[in-house]
């Protein structure tokens, strides 16, 4: 039965003077909300994902702009990593994890790991960025 048929009924019922609803009245809210419970659980899980991606993404821009100060005032020399950036108070903190340089500058980061513990954001070697993990 169509859900306005559902409805129909409840309004009949409660204009007749009938007090209360059925078990299968109740039973069909419940599933209609774990309906929606489980869509807004799947989106809501997307959008955290991309929100880490562009999180990981905005911190290695920080690096590589601290990277760019740091050659301008060190007589064009690269940092030889990021931790290197923060204690030299070119970082206000460490990064999540710990970046290297290439000879243009180019932030590299070679360990097989994820961004800090998020296991849904890898590093993207060709690109030097990161983004989200293939399932």
């Not at 590589?64 to 005032?73: F, I, M, Q, V």
């Not at 990593?81 to 030299?88: K, P, R, T, V």
């Not at 206000?92 to 710990?98: C, I, K, R």
């Amino acid at each position: 039965m169509p859900i306005l048929c559902w409805l129909k009924i409840i309004v009949k019922r409660f204009r007749y003077g009938e007090k209360g609803f059925t078990l299968l009245e109740i039973l069909l809210v419940i599933l209609l909300l774990s309906i929606l419970a489980a869509i807004v659980t799947a989106n809501l899980s997307t959008f955290l994902a991309a929100g880490r991606v562009a999180a990981a993404n905005t911190e290695v821009d920080n690096v590589e702009t601290a990277a760019l100060a740091y050659y301008a005032d060190n007589d064009k020399t690269w940092p030889g990593s990021s931790d290197e950036l923060a204690a030299n108070d070119y970082l206000s903190d460490n990064a999540l994890v710990d970046y290297g340089f290439d000879g243009s500058g180019r932030v590299t980061f070679t360990h097989a790991a994820a961004w800090g513990s998020h296991a849904d954001v890898v590093w993207n070697a060709t690109e030097h960025k990161w983004e989200p993990a293939q399932e």
